[in-house]
């Protein structure tokens, strides 16, 4: 069974930071691909960032590029999301994931099989 518990989301002003914690816990969950999607209301989840089992290799939306750096540690079971210039269109609850015999690549173009509950991120303008 894994279990990922995120941590860290909150109220920001724009063009602020917020760093996103997730821990995960498990079956061998330190060889897994992991990663961050959101969903706002009224649309569908959409992915975000995601971080190879050794942390070599990320991947990134196109909408957070250059502003997000995902990043591992902790034996690779800890994965964060620290998001920098953050605007109200990044509103939204964020989930971690993860996803065993995957890479990050590959991670944004499926529906990964474990999900964490969510925490919210708010940006006022």
């Known amino acids: 069974q894994v279990k990922l518990v995120e941590s860290g989301g909150g109220l920001v002003q724009a063009g602020g930071s917020l760093r996103l914690s997730c821990a995960a816990t498990?079956?061998?969950?330190?060889?897994?691909?992991m990663g961050w999607f959101r969903q706002a209301p009224g649309t569908e989840r959409e992915f975000v960032a995601a971080i190879s089992w050794s942390g070599s290799s990320t991947r990134y939306a196109d909408s957070v590029k250059g502003r997000f750096t995902i990043s591992r540690e902790n034996a690779k079971t800890t994965v964060y999301l620290q998001m920098n210039s953050l605007k109200p269109e990044d509103t939204a609850v964020y989930y971690c994931?993860?996803?065993?015999?995957?890479?990050?690549?590959?991670?944004?173009?499926?529906?990964?099989?474990?999900w964490g509950q969510g925490t919210q991120v708010t940006v006022s303008s």
């Open positions: 994931v993860a996803g065993p015999r995957t890479t990050a690549q590959a991670m944004g173009d499926m529906y990964p099989p474990f």
């Open positions: 498990g079956h061998t969950t330190s060889s897994y691909a």
